[in-house]
């Protein structure tokens, strides 16, 4: 996990001129300056600062002003910054605390609760129901993860921009079915107008993609290795003639063990156009019988069922080779592994060393904080603006 994150700072000369009035109905514009008025603050720099008392000249009413980085809180943004920084980086809220205690900065173990979920509900974005406004990305990477929360495992999705890595939504899903994915993805698609879906092979992807209207990028590395898994297992099966089922449609075990070879091959080289040769492979299996209920399936059969998936999926696995922009180059690199990386680095890394959230609020909230972090490492993320 990499983060950049950049601290509230406290400047005690500094005072923003009030433009507004805070009364609630009042459009007074214009303030005096009543007095200035000390302020004790919880702070390793400044336990005391000044604040100004003003009065709103339509109202008559009077209102604080605060220098930067404090507020009418009794804790300074930059204490509530570095106790989220520390929560973050994977300290809990009771070993906050003990740190920021023992450097004389009297904070309690739930205000640090508080500052950290104070700062996460002002995460921009980051939900299906509002991603970031007016973005917009040909392809989306869609893939499932799980949290335990409270004892009990919930489903998370994460979205990203498939073209550059960018998280664009965090949320929790009711379950893991075709209906249940749509339901999450289809707006998120709508939303950012993207052409392309990117996920590993679960069928419910796939479902997804083709009612969604959505080309599909499966990822190559995941069929790339449950295939070599495959092939690897039945060319044994086969070399130690443990299986007649080949035999009885007179296919030689040379022959078998050559096709899987050639399989082996092409999920590597992945040609477009060697399409028509997974089909010639699959036909030679394809009376293959189904064994009966309960019974084993052998590898004649596992064979045709083997051929005829990667026959199928051969478009959806070599897509990213022939899509590409209008200067002629590839968009995506076949992967999901932006989806991988940000469940890893944004969802799993600071969830790791709890073994469980207790609430779901937290859940998503600290994720999407950490994911939202990983979003602004190029120029950090300012934790001044995510606090009121
Ligand atoms: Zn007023």
Redesign the pocket.
Known sequence: MRLKLLLPTIDVEKFEKPVK?P?KG?K?MRFYPRQEVRKRVVDAQHPVVSAWRYE?M??G?TFRVYPQGVSKAQISKRVNGMAVMLYVLGLSYGAVEIVLNSLGIAIGKSSVYRAVQAVAEKVPGMKREQLMDGYRTKAVGADVTSIRCNGEWIPIGIAVDATNGMVLSIDELPGENAEQLKAWLEPILEAVDADVLVTDDADAFKKVSDETGRSQQVCKSHVGRNTDALVEELSTLIQTGQDHSLEAMNISPEQALADLAALKTMIHTRLPEDQSKLEEMYLRYANARKPGKGKKHPVAYRMRNLFMDRWNLWPRLTFYRTWKDEHGNVILDGTNNDCERSIGWWIKERYRPMRGYKQKRSALGVSRLIAFAGNNLACGLRLTDLMA
Do not use: M, S
Request: hydrophobic letters at 0%.
């Open positions: 009035c009364q009042c007074g709103c339509q109202c009413c």
